[in-house]
């Protein structure tokens, strides 16, 4: 298969969706994006990440959770970005899409959320335990995915940074909730946004081992 860089329009709960996606020749896997509290797909750091996934054959879809009317309202209000039932809603049917997607539909599918797009991340694997194979999450609050957890049996990788304590706090707890594979990963000398040298670097190599491990080939 060659490769397939395009940007897309996407339905999803009623409104379009914005999506950026790229899947690499003979790619073993697809990764869905789902960023954290007031971002976007033009997040610099999840395009950081998802270059990386690239570079080792992993697929990246890009995408908003939010139109750009919303993200305007969102950006005066804040709340949309805490609505973690529409962000999941809209994920899941990103998802449905993904599986028609014809460079995409043959491949593994994994779910990279940040921030509270992690707990949208979670909230989603819970309802498609047959599509997801995998979650990576990144300094996420799994605490707002609430009862879902106790439905979350795809392996899932919670990367923290070691100087984000109540966010490393809330994803021990969550840990203890979540019957399948889960490993925490903590990031030395890493805050909340892993804008340190060198940490991003590690969040995206530890997502990018978990991916090819659990996505396949």
Known sequence: MNAVVESVRISAAGVLLEA???????????VLFAHGSGSSRHSPRNRFVAGE????????????LL???EENADAVTGTLRFDIGILAGRLIDLADWLRTYRPAAHLGHGLFGASTGAAAALVAAAEL????????????????AEGALASVRQPTLLIVGERDPEVLRLNRTAMREMP?????????????LFEEP???????????????????G
């Not at 996934?53 to 908003?64: E, F, P, R, S």
């Not at 335990?129 to 605490?143: F, Q």
């Open 20 to 30: 950026d996606v790229a899947v690499p020749e003979s790619a073993r896997g697809v």
């Open 53 to 64: 996934l690239q570079t080792a054959g992993i697929g990246t879809v890009l995408a908003d």
């Open 67 to 69: 139109t750009r009317e």
């Open 129 to 144: 335990p047959d599509t997801i194979r995998a979650v990576v999450s990144r300094g996420g609050r799994p605490d707002l």
């Open 180 to 192: 399948g594979e889960t490993r925490l990963e903590i990031v030395p000398g890493a805050t909340h």
């Open 198 to 216: 060198g940490t991003l670097e590690r969040v995206a190599r530890l997502a990018g081992d978990w991916f090819t491990r659990y996505l396949g």
